[in-house]
Each structure stands twice: as C-alpha cells, then as structure tokens.
C-alpha cells in the first residue's frame, strides 16, 4: 500500500477534529513510500497518536506529521506536538497498560491507547519511540522496516 497517500488521508480527516481546538496539522511526506502491512492496525495506531497529540495541546498550536525514510531504509512516521509533555522518569512507563502519566489524569484516557499502537508497530517489526520535555511537547516516532 501506499503509506503516503494513507498518511494524507488520515491527517486530512483529524484536521476535522484539530481545528475545533483551534489546532493545525501539518504534514510534510515523501512521496511514494510503499509497504507491505495491516493497513486498518497501522491507520488505528496513527490517529491513536494524533489523537493524543490534540488531547494534550493547547489551543492555536501545530502538529507536525512526517513521513520520510531513514539512512537505513526504514520508513518513519514521526509526530509532533507542543502540548503538555511527559515527565522524563515516566517515559519508560507510557506504554504500560492502563499507564497514565501524572500531569494528564485531569484529561480523558483509558491509558490504553499507546499500548495499542505499540503493539501494533512491534507485530509489523518495527518499534516506536518518544522524546518529549514538560510544556515543550512529545515526539513520537514509528519506526517500520522497508518490508514489514
């Protein structure tokens, strides 16, 4: 499949979503990036984290969607926000199940969405990984194999 033109239509359908927060998307992909997986997990695993990306930003802030393959081959999908952050010594926790970080227990959540996408990118061979810093924003980053 054509994990661009998914990637597209996605960001395109959440943009709904987003600008009743006053929230914008923005999405930069490389064109033409085709691989092999469960297009519905992996589409379920993207608005899982840009869901989480509107929870957790303020309101007249940017999302940042890319898409673009890494010096190894492997195909990136890595998002942006510049909401809340995650507590550095919880980070290693966030994908826990029912996990939820101390400054976002005040937002809805089940704790088992990062769970979820976890598992989904792990099932297709690849892993996901996060940077974030309190008040400044998290970064998630899925990282596939060219052939998962």
Do not use: W
Not at 115 to 136: D, F, Q
């Amino acid at each position: 499949m054509n994990l661009s033109h998914m990637l597209l239509k996605i960001c395109e359908n959440i943009n709904l979503k987003a600008s009743k927060f006053d929230i914008s998307i923005k999405i930069k992909v490389q064109n033409g990036i085709n691989v092999i997986v469960d297009e519905d997990k992996v589409s379920q695993a993207i608005i899982n984290i840009l869901d989480n990306a509107i929870k957790y930003s303020k309101p007249h802030q940017q999302i940042d969607v890319l898409l673009y393959k890494n010096c190894n081959q492997d195909i990136v999908i890595e998002i942006k926000d510049h909401g809340i952050g995650i507590p550095e010594n919880e980070i290693c926790h966030i994908f826990d199940r029912f996990y939820r970080a101390k400054n976002a227990l005040s937002i809805g959540g089940n704790g088992l969405g990062l769970t979820i996408v976890k598992e989904i990118i792990e099932k297709h061979g690849g892993k996901i990984e996060v940077v974030s810093t309190i008040n400044s924003g998290s970064t998630f980053r899925m990282v596939l194999p060219q052939n998962s």
